[in-house]
């Protein structure tokens, strides 16, 4: 007996979740460009992210998850799959100071999206703590 369940166990396979689809016609694009990184989700307007994706989740190592034409290639993955689910029209948020701001933004209106506000969220301070002292050398 002990031998038929563990070979049930081993039959088992696993399971991945399907994107439903969803009948979201508008949707917030968040691009976060650091100097090390992009990342870039998709959202509905409630906050419900609906796809995601990072350069580094794509196969960038090292300094070249941080150059524009990784963030090219996160914008169309992560466009593609929502165009699938029903998205036409993007609002975008940018955060961060990162080199790929401009070519997400560009590669997502050129997938197809009609974009209709683009934001700059990027948060700075008003006079917060002090900051680091000088390197000396």
Known sequence: MAIKNKNAKQQ?????????KS???NGVAHVHA???????SISDL????????SAGKIGFKGSKKSTPYAAKLVAEKVGKTVLEQGVNNLDIEIKGPGPGRDSAIRNLQ???FNI???????PIPHNGP???KRPRG
């Open 23 to 25: 009948n979201v016609i």
């Open 34 to 40: 650091t100097f090390n990184n992009t990342i870039i």
């Open 12 to 20: 088992k396979t696993k399971k991945t979740k399907k994107a439903k």
């Open 46 to 53: 409630e906050g419900n992210v609906l796809a995601w994706s």
């Open 130 to 132: 002090r900051p680091p």
């Open 110 to 112: 050129a997938i197809g």
């Open 116 to 122: 209709t506000t683009i934001n700059d969220v990027t």
